[in-house]
């Protein structure tokens, strides 16, 4: 490390142990060009990724570490070699960001008989216990304040920035505050796993469904964990050499699992966790990301149901109505197709001239105790392969309704999000690091393609619990927009996100 490089910026604090290098200084421009000029050589190692396009690849042929099947019903092997029909298909998820509004930043005070952290984390208390094992305090030693910051459903880079500013504090012996720019938010937040899912159906001389297989091979959806209460699982602790081994987890114990409401005769769902790409200090290192596992086990699962029902040549509600028993299932889809004024046919292209066609599509989930149907309305762009999702429609039970008005806004939230999460956001990386750095490399739905109508249908169930409402409804989106993108189109998308050269080439094989 060169530090002579920085002799000219006045008041620059270097921190340096193993892995972990930090600059300070008390102006945060000057700490700004201090971090841009310090000139650091780094050990050469092999690139620890695959090139981008090759990483479902990878995925799939990654030895499994630790496997899974929360669903086994009847023998689906015996369905499918009996089968007078079998049909496959796979479906890609990528890496997602948090892509919080604004990247972390905390403060951090730690003196000889204690420490005070200012953190815009989800969970200041585990802020406080990790702070305090970080620095070797009682817990009732540290006091943790929350402040208001641009917030996550998970672990985004908030905590990171609470153990920098821990480890400068302590160092440094006065208050520091860690702001990480644009790039590092985007570059370093813990990222949602990347994943692959094979699902195959048998069906008999009539079309019956007689048995049914998910098959997920994905990254670990708590390589770090929710909490800060560990700081082994930091960036700090992990450049210093520090770190636990990550939990190898998909679905959450009890979770609903995709397929299992119907009545498809065997079943069986198993998930497979491959290791991380880099184990420790990773900026592809995973965690909970809103809905952890929901989007894309869903997207899959709900997009092969539609692909059933278009095999079988009946309407995608119909189809699962036939297949469903559980009555809180079956109300919130005939509410759902109401509501949206569901037109009962076989999903697929009709005729229609001109470059622009309509669809729709539904899905339906659960999670957590509550049931989710919504429908989508989308405009495909034939010629740029261009969509547009211009209606959703949502049915929502989640048992006792205690603020109609805040549950509402909440749904149309998740709606939203949902629909961003699928149709445009994706990690890109070198073989060496995030490229994916700001809201250019890294687009999210702008207000300009928001849905001209988002439309609630709330279930209240006042015998019933109240359950989960902040993510059921993100898990929903993927499938309703891809299926609704077939029924316009023909193209059939098995790849998220769902932009306009996947939808062109979709359409070119369709």
Same mark, same amino acid.
């Given at each position: 490390?060169?530090?002579?490089?920085?002799?000219?910026?006045?008041?620059?604090?270097?921190?340096?142990?193993?892995?972990?290098?930090?600059?300070?200084?008390?102006?945060?421009?000057?700490?700004?060009?201090?971090?841009?000029?310090?000139?650091?050589?780094? %050990?050469?190692? %092999?690139?620890?990724?695959?090139?981008?396009?090759?990483?479902?690849?990878?995925?799939? +042929?990654?030895?499994?570490?630790?496997? +899974?099947?929360?669903?086994?019903?009847?023998?689906?092997?015996?369905?499918?070699?009996?089968?007078?029909?079998?049909?496959?298909?796979?479906?890609?998820?990528?890496?997602?960001?948090?892509?919080?509004?604004?990247?972390?930043?905390?403060?951090?005070?730690?003196?000889?008989?204690?420490?005070?952290?200012?953190?815009?984390?989800?969970?200041?208390?585990?802020?406080?216990?990790?702070?305090?094992? *970080?620095?070797?305090?009682?817990?009732?030693?540290?006091?943790?304040?929350?402040?208001?910051?641009?917030? $996550?459903?998970?672990?985004?880079?908030?905590?990171?920035? /609470?153990?920098?500013?821990?480890?400068?504090? !302590?160092?440094?012996?006065?208050?520091?505050?860690?702001?990480?720019?644009?790039?590092?938010?985007?570059?370093?937040?813990? !990222?949602?796993?990347?994943?692959?899912?094979?699902?195959?159906?048998?069906?008999?001389?009539?079309?019956?469904?007689?048995?049914?297989?998910?098959?997920?091979?994905?990254?670990?959806? @708590?390589?770090?964990?929710?909490?800060?209460?560990?700081?082994?699982?930091?960036?700090?602790?992990?450049?210093?050499?520090?770190?636990?081994?990550?939990?190898?987890?998909?679905?959450?114990?009890?979770?609903?699992?995709?397929?299992?409401?119907?009545?498809?005769?065997?079943?069986?769902?198993?998930?497979?966790?491959?290791?991380?790409?880099?184990?420790? /200090?990773?900026?592809?290192? %995973?965690?909970? *990301?809103?809905?952890?596992?929901?989007?894309?086990?869903?997207?899959?699962?709900?997009?092969?149901?539609? #692909?059933?029902?278009?095999?079988?040549? %009946?309407?995608?509600? #119909?189809?699962?109505?036939?297949?469903?028993?559980?009555?809180?299932?079956?109300?919130?889809?005939?509410?759902?197709?109401? !509501?949206?004024?569901?037109?009962?046919?076989?999903?697929?292209?009709?005729?229609?001239?001109?470059?622009?066609?309509?669809?729709?599509?539904?899905?339906?989930?659960?999670?957590?105790? $509550?049931?989710?149907? @919504?429908?989508?309305?989308?405009?495909?762009?034939?010629?740029?392969?261009?969509?547009?999702?211009?209606?959703?429609?949502?049915?929502?039970?989640?048992?006792?309704?205690?603020?109609?008005?805040?549950?509402?806004?909440?749904?149309?939230?998740?709606?939203?999000?949902?629909?961003?999460?699928?149709?445009?956001?994706?990690?890109?990386?070198?073989?060496?690091?995030? @490229?994916? *750095?700001?809201?250019?490399?890294?687009?999210? *739905?702008?207000?300009?393609?928001?849905?001209?109508?988002?439309?609630?249908?709330?279930? +209240?169930?006042?015998?019933?619990?109240?359950?989960?409402?902040?993510?059921?409804?993100?898990?929903?989106?993927?499938?309703?927009?891809? +299926?609704?993108?077939?029924?316009?189109?023909?193209?059939?998308?098995?790849?998220?996100?769902?932009?306009?050269?996947?939808? !062109?080439?979709?359409?070119?094989?369709?």
């Amino acid at each position: 490390m060169d530090e002579a490089s920085v002799r000219d910026i006045p008041n620059v604090r270097i921190v340096h142990n193993r892995g972990f290098v930090a600059v300070a200084a008390p102006r945060e421009w000057d700490a700004v060009r201090a971090a841009n000029a310090l000139k650091v050589t780094w %050990t050469q190692v %092999t690139p620890p990724f695959p090139d981008q396009a090759a990483l479902h690849d990878h995925i799939r +042929n990654a030895p499994v570490r630790t496997r +899974n099947a929360p669903l086994e019903q009847g023998d689906v092997a015996a369905a499918v070699s009996s089968a007078a029909r079998v049909h496959t298909a796979e479906y890609e998820w990528p890496f997602h960001s948090h892509s919080s509004m604004a990247p972390g930043v905390a403060l951090a005070d730690v003196r000889a008989d204690g420490a005070t952290v200012y953190t815009g984390t989800q969970k200041p208390h585990a802020v406080r216990d990790g702070v305090a094992r *970080l620095l070797g305090l009682p817990a009732d030693k540290v006091h943790a304040v929350w402040m208001q910051g641009p917030g $996550s459903y998970g672990r985004n880079d908030a905590g990171d920035a /609470a153990f920098d500013a821990a480890v400068l504090s !302590k160092e440094l012996g006065r208050p520091v505050r860690v702001q990480y720019s644009r790039a590092e938010g985007h570059g370093w937040d813990v !990222k949602g796993p990347a994943s692959v899912h094979r699902l195959r159906a048998a069906l008999d001389a009539e079309g019956r469904v007689t048995g049914v297989e998910h098959v997920v091979r994905a990254f670990s959806r @708590t390589g770090v964990s929710t909490s800060e209460s560990d700081p082994r699982d930091s960036l700090a602790r992990m450049l210093q050499g520090d770190m636990q081994a990550a939990a190898d987890t998909w679905l959450f114990p009890g979770d609903y699992v995709a397929l299992s409401p119907y009545s498809f005769g065997a079943k069986r769902m198993e998930w497979g966790i491959v290791a991380p790409l880099l184990d420790r /200090a990773s900026p592809l290192r %995973t965690g909970h *990301l809103r809905d952890p596992s929901g989007p894309e086990t869903i997207f899959a699962a709900e997009s092969f149901v539609d #692909e059933l029902a278009r095999l079988t040549n %009946t309407d995608a509600v #119909e189809f699962r109505l036939r297949h469903l028993t559980d009555p809180r299932d079956l109300a919130v889809l005939r509410a759902a197709a109401e !509501k949206a004024g569901w037109e009962a046919r076989p999903s697929g292209p009709r005729s229609a001239s001109g470059d622009v066609v309509t669809g729709r599509g539904v899905s339906l989930s659960r999670r957590d105790g $509550s049931h989710v149907a @919504t429908v989508a309305e989308v405009e495909v762009d034939r010629r740029t392969g261009a969509i547009r999702a211009r209606r959703l429609v949502c049915a929502h039970d989640c048992g006792r309704i205690i603020n109609p008005a805040g549950l509402r806004r909440t749904i149309e939230n998740g709606l939203t999000y949902g629909l961003s999460r699928a149709t445009k956001e994706e990690v890109t990386f070198s073989r060496e690091m995030v @490229t994916s *750095l700001d809201w250019q490399t890294y687009p999210i *739905l702008d207000i300009t393609e928001t849905p001209d109508a988002v439309e609630v249908v709330l279930i +209240n169930r006042p015998e019933l619990p109240s359950t989960g409402a902040g993510e059921p409804m993100v898990r929903s989106v993927g499938a309703a927009v891809a +299926n609704a993108i077939f029924d316009a189109s023909g193209a059939r998308i098995r790849k998220a996100p769902f932009t306009p050269e996947r939808v !062109k080439a979709a359409l070119a094989g369709a």
